[in-house]
């Protein structure tokens, strides 16, 4: 060791107040001078500026236990908020305050050790670590042996920086706490980018599987409900309030069955048909009416007429019939709406719906007899509406569900499809009586049992193969073509001549002519346009009636 460092014995001895004795041995190592400071000295000696000097003992830290349960008091630890026992003032100036020892020592001489505040009586509470008992007054404050003491760290007590109080252990610094920040940032940072990364990604593969059509199971979009009801002149409209008075009838005589349709006229139960539906059964037969709600009754024929296919049943025991009202056919238009109801081959309660396509077809229907007289003669309406047979009897009906026709007759293609028995379907061409006449030959049947046809009292050449109708030199009994004191004769036909017109209107043929009368009732007045020996004159006559066809 360097001589020039030796003191003389004994010196060393006389410090500040609380020193030590020195080591053992004849000298001392001298101080090391200090070196200057970079700034003025602090004025309150905060090491490591101050002189060194001896450390003054400070009474143990009691160090608190586990954080009891959110909301239950504890005593504020002593010296302060922090929990820290107050450090002794140091021993000298520029001495630092030194740290608590792991165990009580102590005090140097000449430096009490100031007594630490008591802890006030609190009694613990259930749920939070309890607190430990007071001790007496000036007495040392056990610490845990597995909690660090300050004694393992002299320095850590001090803020070199001035930064303010101390921290207490177990608290988070002000920079872990920035620190913890920035890392609560990064984090939701992050969070936000793979969250925005992973729904771009989805979109995209979503996208994919629906255009690819991949994925599990599949399930079909489906339309809303729509109201229940429904406007009065649609064709729901018209079928609901039509159907509860259409009737499907089942005939059976004479070794031929078949089905047709007919419609309620009135409360007492009489049913309007086609004449050709109930043939079968005019000689004993049967027939049953089933009504749209499944009831089935018997009928009876009150009246047929061949001439006009028409014919009345009468069912019997049945309340609550609603008839349908009859409109005007004389007031309807070609391209009208109309609604025809049926049962086409047996599918009872069919609705089908269509337009008026022409008016005043001239069409005639039956002949099987071979001498003429089941022969029918209709100025009918024509429709597009489809009829098949088995809707024969049926009603056609306008956009007010009135009866403005009763379905009779279709036309075929040639070569149709065979079904029930040689009968073709529909191809759009449906013909119906018109309803005015069809009117009167019911309330004829109703009350008459029979109905009378309009005559002009003359015989028709039927093997006429010129334009027009052309009345025959005699009849077919060998008798006067023109009948003696009939409406010809009053108005000046005579055998031989030809008539071209009726009311102006063209007529081709002798079934034409018959037709134009048979839309008129007996006693209306007609119009004719006749040729006779070249010379063309106008005729005017009324129509007779006749109870033969």
């Known amino acids: 060791m360097n001589e020039g460092n030796r003191v003389p014995p004994g010196a060393g001895t006389e410090g500040a107040a609380g020193t030590g004795p020195t080591p053992d041995g004849d000298f001392e190592l001298a101080k090391p001078e200090r070196p200057t400071p ?3 000295p602090d004025p309150y000696s905060t090491p490591p500026y101050g002189e060194p000097g001896p450390w003054a003992p400070a009474p143990p830290v009691q160090h608190p236990g586990t954080t009891p349960t959110h909301g239950t008091p504890l005593p504020p630890p002593p010296g302060g908020p922090h929990g820290r026992a107050p450090a002794p003032a140091p021993a000298f100036p520029g001495a630092p305050s030194p740290a608590a020892p792991s165990a009580p020592a102590p005090a140097p001489t000449g430096v009490p050790a100031p007594a630490p505040a008591p802890l006030p009586e609190t009694a613990p509470v259930q749920g939070s670590t309890a ?18 003491g300050p004694a393992q760290d002299p320095w850590g007590r001090y803020d070199s920086w001035g930064r303010g109080p101390l921290q207490q252990a177990g608290a988070v610094p002000d920079g872990a706490r920035r620190g913890g920040r920035r890392g609560t940032r990064f984090l939701v940072a992050w969070t936000l980018a793979v969250a925005l990364l992973a729904s771009g990604i989805g979109g995209v593969v979503g996208a994919y599987v629906e255009r690819e059509g991949l994925g ?3 399930t079909l979009p489906q339309a809303k409900s729509v109201p229940a009801g429904r406007a009065p002149d649609s064709v729901a409209g018209i079928a609901a309030r039509a159907l509860p008075s259409v009737v499907t009838l089942h005939v059976s005589g004479s070794g031929e069955e078949g089905t047709g349709t007919g419609f309620v006229l009135d409360d007492r139960g009489h049913i309007l048909t086609n004449n050709h539906v109930v043939a079968p059964a005019a000689s004993g037969g049967k027939i049953s009416a089933t009504f749209s709600d499944g009831d089935s009754v018997r009928a009876t ?3 047929r007429d061949s001439g006009y296919d028409l014919a009345v049943v009468q069912v019997h025991g049945v309340r609550g019939l609603t008839p349908l009202t009859l409109g ?3 007031g309807v238009r070609v391209g009208d709406p109309v609604v025809a109801i049926g049962a086409p081959f047996d599918l009872a309660n069919t609705v089908t719906a269509g337009i008026i396509s022409a008016k005043e077809r001239p069409i005639t229907a039956g002949g099987e007899e071979g001498d003429g007289s089941d022969v029918s003669y209709v100025d009918a309406l024509q429709t597009d509406a489809p009829i098949n047979p088995g809707n024969s009897g049926g009603p ?3 956009s007010r569900a009135h009866v403005i026709g009763i379905n009779s007759a279709i036309r075929s293609a040639d070569g149709g499809s065979d079904t029930e028995g040689g009968q073709a379907g529909s191809i759009g061409l449906g013909f119906a009586i018109p309803v005015n006449q069809a009117r009167r030959v019911a309330e004829e049947l109703i009350n008459d049992g029979r109905a009378t046809h309009p005559v002009i009292g003359v015989t028709l050449d039927m093997g006429y193969t010129g334009d027009g109708a052309r009345i025959d030199d005699h009849s077919a009994n060998g008798g006067p073509a023109v009948l003696k004191g009939g409406p010809g004769e009053r108005a000046g036909l005579a ?3 030809l008539i071209t017109r009726v009311d102006g209107e063209r007529v081709h043929t002798g079934e034409e002519l018959i037709v134009k009368i048979r839309a ?12 006779h020996g070249g010379a063309e004159r106008e005729v005017s006559l009324v129509l007779g009636a006749s109870e033969q066809n």
Do not use: F, K, Q, W
């Not at 008129?520 to 040729?531: E, F, I, K, N, Y």
């Open 216 to 218: 599990g199971e599949v």
């Open 301 to 303: 024929v009150v009246g």
């Open 396 to 398: 056609l009906l306008d």
């Open 495 to 497: 055998p031989g001549d």
């Open 131 to 148: 607190v430990p008992e007071p001790v007496a007054a000036g007495g040392p404050i056990p610490v845990s042996p597995a909690a660090p």
């Open 328 to 330: 005007d056919s004389d």
């Open 520 to 531: 008129h009732r007996p006693g209306d007045r007609l119009r004719l346009t006749v040729v």
């Open 38 to 40: 970079l700034h003025e």
